[in-house]
């Protein structure tokens, strides 16, 4: 077996499993101790693992991909979705993005509303498209299997012939200093997000409040550019001042 190939099949028993053990790695890939130490060693030297005592754990969590994502918090996830719906003004031009509470969002859209709707995500435009008076624009590009959205340059052009009423963006988190950022491997989702907001009148980001103080790796926006931030619950005077007064 390559190194490559063993380095690999290590980093996917990490995820899997949250930590790796060298004597249990080197018996199931045949190799010595020493052999597996250096290739923990390697990814450490990468900044995609850390070495501990006898093994090895991610240097950061793992995001989750979006069949992941789909049974967790749906609590939280509703009562976003559903708050984000009462502000959608029938007969307009909206966006929206991918994601689970995005997802969920299409699918309580009342039956007899009348919108365009533009998104990049096939599982929301299988929900819009069970609405019967809403015109589906679905957007080109290159397909993330692992969110289920299009993206890329293709994706950002096609955006940039439209100007949005209003936009709904999906968050993987939000903090008052830092903005609306997104995670690896997701970084390119971070561009079709950022280009929705630059041609939306109105930018509102469904967000639950676990999601509030969270930072990623790469911005979207700033809490500035959000019209709204759309929560699950309330939230503390503190807090909602810190995001200067956005969160519903």
Do not use: W
């Not at 069970?130 to 955006?159: D, H, M, W």
Request: proline share 3%.
């Amino acid at each position: 077996m390559l190194k490559e190939e063993r380095q690999q099949k290590i980093l996917d028993k990490l995820y899997a499993g949250g930590q790796v053990y060298v004597d249990l790695l080197s018996r199931q890939f045949g190799t010595s101790n020493a052999t597996i130490r250096r290739d923990l060693s390697e990814l450490e030297e990468q900044g995609i693992v850390r070495r501990v005592y006898g093994g090895a754990v991610p240097c950061k969590k793992i995001p989750f991909t979006f069949d992941e994502r789909v049974d967790r918090a749906k609590d939280e996830k509703f009562l976003v979705a559903k708050k984000a719906v009462e502000l959608v003004r029938p007969k307009s031009l909206i966006a929206v993005d991918g994601g689970t509470t995005n997802m969920l969002f299409a699918s309580l859209l009342p039956k007899s509303i009348e919108l365009r709707a533009v998104t990049n995500s096939f599982i929301t435009a299988e929900e819009l498209r069970k609405r019967p008076n809403i015109e589906v624009i679905f957007l080109g590009g290159t397909y993330n299997k692992a969110s289920q959205v299009t993206t890329g340059e293709t994706t950002c052009r096609e955006i940039s012939e439209f100007y949005f009423d209003q936009c709904f963006l999906g968050a993987y988190a939000a903090d008052f200093e830092i903005g609306i950022t997104v995670p690896s491997p997701y970084e390119d989702e971070a561009a079709v997000k950022q280009a929705f907001v630059a041609h939306s009148a109105e930018v509102n980001v469904m967000c639950a409040c676990s999601k509030l103080g969270q930072r990623a790796n790469y911005v979207v926006c700033s809490i500035e550019d959000a019209d709204r931030i759309i929560c699950d619950h309330p939230v503390a005077k503190k807090i909602r001042e810190a995001y200067g007064g956005r969160i519903v």
